[in-house]
């Protein structure tokens, strides 16, 4: 009994640093969509120190300047490939969900995926316990992932 509560209190006041990507091929469109969930002031402190600025991202004096900086840090950070070509992420915007902010992106069409490769180094030089979450979804066929800090590779493989 006292091991579970001393679990418990540790994990309070233990800070966890956690980000999660959902990558899915739009079955219509055939493009795909990547949504990043970072914890907010996790992703403000990495932009700032990166391109020695400070930005706001809850209450952007310039919201452009700040989804250009989003942007860049997490197009950076985040290499896709599907079927052995490097996807091209065009940023479409970010949103605030309680402590974290959805940073939307998407690709022009593609054929259908056979295989993704990802590299995910997303606040990797922030916190050396740093994890960071893969959820990829093609033709209905959810796979995920946990790469942790240094890890920042992972391969999908979607057969017919």
Not at 70 to 82: D, F, G, N, S, T
Request: glycine fraction near 2%; aromatic fraction near 10%.
């Amino acid at each position: 009994m006292l091991q579970h509560l001393l679990i418990i209190w540790l994990s309070i006041f233990h800070p966890f640093y956690v980000s999660v990507t959902e990558i899915e091929q739009n079955q219509q469109t055939k493009t795909v969509q990547v949504s990043v969930r970072i914890f907010f002031d996790d992703l403000e402190r990495a932009v700032d120190k990166r391109y020695k600025t400070s930005i706001n991202i809850l209450k952007p004096k310039d919201r452009k300047q700040v989804e250009g900086f989003i942007a860049a840090y997490v197009k950076e950070r985040l290499k896709i490939k599907a079927n052995g070509t490097a996807l091209t992420l065009k940023f479409v915007g970010y949103e605030i969900e309680e402590e974290a902010a959805w940073c939307y992106f998407e690709t022009d069409k593609l054929p259908i995926i056979q295989q993704l490769n990802v590299q995910n180094n997303i606040l990797f030089e922030q916190h050396e316990s740093q994890i960071n979450m893969i959820h990829a979804t093609v033709k209905g066929k959810r796979k995920s992932t946990k790469l942790d800090n240094p890890s920042s590779l992972a391969e999908f493989k979607y057969q017919d």
